[in-house]
């Protein structure tokens, strides 16, 4: 079974504070994603990574950087944490073989992020 | 660019009786789409995909989608519903010319609830 685990699951920052997310995963995925979630919207992209050392910007990706030590784990880092960042962030992971068979996003639980 | 809608934002249901989640989505290239289901308090999990061939695909859990390049549609149903399935369901395209990947757009999602 497919394991993407985020921490912390529930966080409250202060305005102008520092917030690492992160994200681990067991699925020996090469491709990982960090997604955000407002209330009552989609999810967007924020930050990917396709490779250990390296990431690459999405959709969104103003006020946050990602960071990807090695295959297993993916950070989500608001360096100073606003306001219009609270929401739910989801971590998933997906194969490099996006093929037919295989081509899903596995996600972890979320982490909701509250900005005081 | 692309995009996916999703109209409706809350569908309610009654236990046993038939459901249909409608999604158009806006894609030039060739479109790979996927329903996701969120219960409360988890992470997305895949339901059913599509990237070719058969317009009618099935899912986990009795669901099936039904494309339509035609409409630019990918509706979701089910035969009969049970109160388990109350959830958020998201439509999702991926946006990679060409090929697949996690660089997903996702619908605002439809919150289904099961009556008794």
């Known amino acids: 079974e497919a394991a993407v685990t985020q921490s912390p699951r529930s966080k409250v920052a202060v305005t102008g504070g520092k917030v690492t997310l992160s994200c681990h995963q067991t699925n020996n995925h090469d491709y990982m994603y960090w997604y955000r979630q407002d209330t009552g919207h989609g999810l967007r992209l924020i930050h990917y990574?396709?490779?250990?050392?390296?990431?690459e910007k999405g959709d969104i990706p103003d006020g946050y950087k990602a960071s990807r030590p090695s295959q297993e784990n993916f950070s989500l880092i608001l360096e100073l944490a606003s306001l219009s960042q609270t929401a739910v962030y989801f971590c998933?992971?997906?194969?490099?073989?996006?093929?037919?068979?295989?081509?899903?996003?596995?996600f972890g639980e979320g982490s909701k992020l509250t900005v005081l | 660019a692309q995009s996916v809608t999703q109209p409706d934002a809350r569908v309610t249901v009654s236990e046993g009786a038939s459901l249909q989640l409608r999604c158009k989505y806006s894609?030039?290239?060739?479109?790979?789409l996927f329903w996701y289901v969120q219960y409360p308090r988890q992470g997305l999990q895949l339901l059913l995909k599509y990237y070719s061939g058969d317009p009618v695909v099935q899912g986990v859990n009795g669901f099936e989608a039904e494309f339509s390049k035609s409409n630019s549609s990918f509706h979701l149903r089910k035969a009969s519903v049970h109160w388990s399935d109350s959830a958020v369901y998201f439509c999702a395209l991926s946006r990679d010319t060409g090929g697949l990947s996690g660089k997903l757009t996702f619908g605002e999602g439809t919150q289904v609830t099961v009556i008794s």
């Open positions: 998933a992971s997906s194969d490099r073989d996006w093929g037919t068979d295989t081509g899903q996003l596995y």
């Open positions: 990574s396709y490779v250990a050392d390296s990431t």
């Open positions: 894609y030039s290239g060739t479109p790979y």
